[in-house]
């Protein structure tokens, strides 16, 4: 061994000598400048500038075995490419790579899209658009909860931003808590119940809006809703060329956030619109199946909502839109946060790898959510990852999926780095970016605090590096550790991780053009044992500054370097000993190898127990030592402690700081240990508390426990003593102030006096505190309906809430819990009397309409305006003077009345005298109506069930009532006859028939 070793030595100057000698030729060889040489060992890394005349570096290997080595040059200049010819001489073959896929992608449209949609906005924000609205006209009703049935116009022209627009019938088919859902009327046929769309609906109305919300942000609520419409309309199918199959799922369009003089055909308020099933391909030839919309509407629907609020957020603000890049990389980054949301047991941070995601309970569930949220992700940062040259991490301008796919992955080892492991942290992050007036880089420094740029030259190693076995503890930790997924491993059920890694050629080049804003490449190349390699990086004349990292990996098949590593024996003196105590030796080795002992002096050990026996005292009277003798990659190593040793062992001190804290019939107390531990370690301590004995508790060394059995509302005191391991016990400590144990908190009593008041699908519920907080405050009520669950509302502590999302016309009791600072809940209240909340109010851009009346379940079913052009039918001579109004009143009092108002938005035209209100007949004819007043701009009636005024003529419960305004011409028009009319005509139809058969009698006479 020594022999080998010392020839080693020599052979080790031998080749300095010849490596020196080299360097000196090949100085002379360039003109005298010097290249610099540099020597790694495993795991160390080397980073420099590929400057504009080129950069050369002179790698030595001084090992027994080969060397591996990560080369990745960077691109990071905001605007110009970068082509680099990679040059190396004295390196041998490197085992194969991927080749990964040099074929650019096209611009994808939905990126494509938002980009111009953006620009359009700012070009017509605080503009006027002279193009014509449509007719009927089309929006979102303002001010207006959305209910189940109604019926909306709205713009469905989703390839143009405000002209010609589309004017599309829908109708409200499902409202939840945050989402209203509008059909639209001309989609294809599908085949879909509302069954087969409730999973969808409760997963964006649960799980994706509550999740974007509360990382990103409150959307706008310009509609006044109180909600985002989702509008499944054909329009979104007709953006698919024919025969295409590139979808868009979901589209949001900020010329909805423009008024109607911005943008003429603006629907006025938070939609976003979404594809519609089409089985058969009726659209443009596009099958779109059902199930296919169901997987790919949650996503899509997730990144618009999100590009909603941020947006919002900037309007509101008057501030810039965000930056093409990190606008995809939040929107991505909101897909990512629902996935979170639906997998149970995973969140970020957690380094996430194939197993957590296939493997233990709920595997089904985190399959799906990958699949449905996370791969959309994944399947673009694939493309990135085979090209990482063509499109650099903060380039938006090329618009595609591989860009998109980079940016989210940034994004994400960004949050990883500066919030991780929190995931309170990582909201901030997001709600920071998402709610700054900053963009880009900026926008990102302001959140982080640190150079970005700086950050991103880190995560293009990272790409790379992270989870590579190659790298080793690099990639597990650190700045090019990603710490939410496990790449290489999620990908590895994906086909395999498909990063471009290029094994360099011996003595060989390659060649690459950098793109600009954050690309780059991947190269190895291998040097033998003890040799050198050239490595020079050549760019184009012209080219920018560039960037480059050079990584030694391990070494290829585990060989071992030839010098040995230095390694630390942990092995902490263990102080005063005791004759006749025994003292048991621990210790470890940096290297992991086990730790040998050995003792000397009047002591002994015991090889097995690696126990120590001391026989006599003195100063230093026995050394311990621990050593471990190294291997083939360790230098051996070893420490030695002498140890005082005394003739006998004492009473260890009385521990001190005895503090108790009371519970429910017990007291948790706490010390310090004795200064003084008699020569020997401490094994336990006993804890008393005052009064009757057998109350204690001991430990075998903590310095806590807890005493049990005691008396709520008796004061205690509590004392503790100390053994050590010669079995001597130390008197007892200061008792601790004394503590009164008391009972564990009670639930609250129940809230009392529940009434409740309706109105449009809501009940105000007020209600009296409980006269028992079981112990502690009230801090909150939760508010439920009867019925089915979920409609609820709750308070932190005021007496009345509102319960939202009701049923018209059906009746309600409430039930009111409270829930204490102990977080103790009371039992259900009292339930309230029924209440019916009822829908008495109308509007649009033409009119509104109320009423009174009718019984407490008289309520507004349905409702229709017309503008006076469209309104037919009229006899000649009359025309109408303001929109036609048609509704349906259901659920009211059998012949009961009702009293109407309507106001319309513009004055009536003509002499108020000519001015009449007609009203359709059982018959569909146009009449006048005699129970109608006309004032300015106003017409209130009185309608009756079954009779004046309803239109169905029958008491049904439900009034029907078509009428319009007219300006009547000077022949008088035919009225519908009011009761009291139709009691003349009865008495002058009786009269006639009495005159008639007089007539005849009278003639008989005059004959004869």
């Known amino acids: ?39 790694l060992s495993a795991l160390q890394e080397h980073r420099g500038t590929i400057a504009a005349g080129g950069t050369g570096l002179r790698i030595f290997n001084p090992d027994i075995a080969d060397a591996e080595y990560l080369l990745v040059p960077m691109n990071l200049d905001a605007s110009a490419a970068l082509p680099l010819t990679v040059g190396i001489s004295g390196n041998v073959a490197t085992a194969a790579g991927s080749p990964g896929n040099s074929t650019p992608q096209a611009a994808d449209p939905r990126i494509a899209r938002r980009q111009a949609l953006l620009a359009d906005f700012l070009t017509r924000k605080g503009g006027v658009d002279a193009s014509a609205p449509l007719n009927p006209p089309a929006a979102i009703p303002g001010g207006q909860q959305p209910h189940v049935g109604d019926a909306w116009q709205l713009n469905a022209d989703l390839g143009n931003q405000c002209s010609p627009g589309l004017g599309a019938a829908g109708t409200v088919y499902w409202v939840g ?21 409730q999973a969808t609906f409760t997963e964006l109305d649960t799980v994706v809006y509550p999740t974007i919300a509360g990382k990103f942000g409150q959307p706008s609520d310009l509609d006044g809703n109180g909600k985002v419409v989702v509008f499944i309309t054909q329009g979104v199918n007709k953006l698919a060329a024919p025969a295409s199959s590139n979808t868009t799922a979901s589209l949001y369009l900020p010329r909805d956030k423009l008024s109607r003089q911005e943008c003429a055909t603006s629907n006025l308020g938070e939609i976003i619109y979404v594809l519609a099933p089409d089985p058969t391909g009726a659209v443009n030839s596009n099958v779109r199946t059902v199930s296919y919309v169901q997987g790919v509407v949650p996503p899509s629907f997730a990144r618009e909502l999100a590009h909603l609020i941020v947006d919002g957020h900037r309007m509101a603000s ?42 233990g309970p709920s595997a089904l569930q985190r399959v799906d959510a990958f699949n449905t949220y996370v791969n959309t992700l994944y399947g673009p940062l694939r493309t990135w990852l085979q090209f990482p040259s063509h499109i650099g991490v903060l380039d938006g301008g090329k618009k595609t999926l591989s860009g998109s796919g980079s940016q989210w992955a940034f994004l994400r080892y960004v949050a990883d780095r500066h919030a991780g492991p929190s995931v309170s942290d990582e909201a901030a992050f997001i709600q920071a970016l998402a709610g700054s007036s900053l963009t880009g880089l900026n926008n990102l420094q302001n959140a982080i605090g640190a150079d970005p740029r700086e950050w991103l030259e880190d995560y293009l190693i990272s790409a790379y590096v992270d989870d590579s076995a190659k790298a080793g503890a690099l990639g597990v930790s650190g700045k090019y550790a990603a710490l939410s997924w496990n790449y290489r491993s999620v990908y590895g059920g994906l086909g395999g991780f498909p990063i471009k890694d290029i094994p360099l050629p011996a003595d060989g080049t390659a060649s690459v053009t950098l793109n600009p804003q954050g690309s780059s490449n991947y190269y190895r190349f291998q040097l033998a044992p003890d040799t050198m390699a050239q490595l020079s990086l050549t760019p184009a004349a012209g080219s920018p500054n560039g960037r480059y990292a050079l990584i030694r990996l391990n070494n290829p098949g585990g060989a071992t370097a030839v010098t040995k590593k230095p390694q630390t024996i942990t092995f902490p003196n263990p102080g005063q000993q005791h004759v006749g105590v025994p003292l048991v030796l621990s210790a470890s080795a940096e290297s992991g190898l086990d730790v040998a002992f050995g003792v000397s002096g009047a002591c002994s050990l015991d090889g097995g127990t690696l126990t120590v026996t001391f026989h006599a005292a003195g100063v230093g009277a026995c050394t311990v030592t621990a050593s471990q003798a190294g291997n083939g990659a360790w230098l051996p190593a070893q420490v030695s402690h002498a140890l005082n ?22 007291a948790a107390v706490q010390w310090a240990a004795p200064t003084d531990t008699g020569g020997s370690a401490i ?36 004392t503790v003593m100390a053994t050590n391991a010669t079995g001597h016990t130390s008197g007892a400590s200061q008792p601790s ?45 939760t508010v439920t309906a009867s019925g089915p669950p979920g409609r609820t509302c709750t308070t932190t502590g005021a007496l009345a809430c509102t319960v939202a999302g009701l049923t018209n016309g059906t009746a309600y009791t409430f039930t009111v819990v409270a829930t204490n600072a102990t977080g103790h809940t009371s039992g259900a209240s009292q339930p309230s009397q029924p209440v019916i909340p009822v829908r008495r109010s109308y509007s649009d851009a033409l009119l509104t309409f109320q009423f009174t009346g009718g019984g407490a379940g008289c309520t507004l079913d349905s409702a229709q305006s017309l503008p006076a052009a469209a309104v037919t039918g009229l006899p000649a001579g009359v025309q109408a003077s303001g929109p036609q109004l048609g509704f349906k009143l259901t659920g009211c009092d059998l012949g009961g009345v009702v009293q109407v108002q309507i106001d319309y938005g513009a004055n009536l035209p003509g002499p108020a005298a000519a001015l009449q209100y007609w009203k359709r007949d059982s018959a569909m004819q146009w009449a006048a109506y005699g129970h109608a007043q006309i004032a300015g701009n106003r017409v209130t009636l009185t309608l009756t069930d079954g ?19 007219v300006l009547a011409a000077a022949a008088a028009p035919q009225a519908i006859p009011t009761l009291s009319q139709w009691g003349l005509i009865l008495m002058a139809l009786v009269l006639s028939v009495f005159g008639l058969q007089r007539l005849p009698v009278e003639r008989n006479m005059l004959s004869k």
């Open 177 to 197: 808590n945050h989402i209203a859902v509008v059909m639209d009327g001309g989609n294809p046929v599908s085949g879909m119940s509302l069954a087969d769309w």
């Open 947 to 965: 009779g004046d005024g309803d239109a169905d003529g029958a008491q049904n419960n439900e009034i029907v009532d078509p009428g319009v305004v």
């Open 318 to 359: 008057n501030s810039p839109f965000e930056e093409a890049w990190l606008d995809e990389a939040l929107g991505n980054m909101a897909v990512e946060q629902v996935f979170y949301a639906r997998a149970p047991g995973i969140a970020p941070f957690n380094n996430i790898n194939l197993a957590n995601l296939t493997t």
């Open 645 to 666: 040793v005394q003739a006998v062992a004492g009473p260890p001190g009385a521990p001190t700081g005895v503090a108790a804290t009371p519970g429910d019939g017990v």
């Open 1 to 39: 061994m020594n022999t080998i070793g010392v020839h080693h030595h020599l052979g080790l100057r031998f080749r300095a000598v010849l490596f020196w000698l080299a360097a000196l030729v090949f100085a002379q060889q360039v003109n005298a400048q010097a290249l610099p040489s540099i020597t």
């Open 737 to 781: 102030q004394p503590v009164i144990p008391v009972a564990a908190p009670a639930p609250p009593g129940a809230p009392t006096g529940v009434a409740a008041t309706p109105g449009d699908g809501v009940a105000a519920v007020q209600w009296a505190a409980p006269t028992s907080t079981g112990g502690s405050a009230i801090t909150g009520y």
């Open 683 to 718: 094994t336990g301590y006993t804890v008393t508390a005052s009064g009757p004995p057998g109350r204690a508790c001991t430990t075998t060394g903590a310095l806590a426990c807890t005493v049990a059995g005691l008396t709520n509302g008796t004061a205690y005191t509590f």
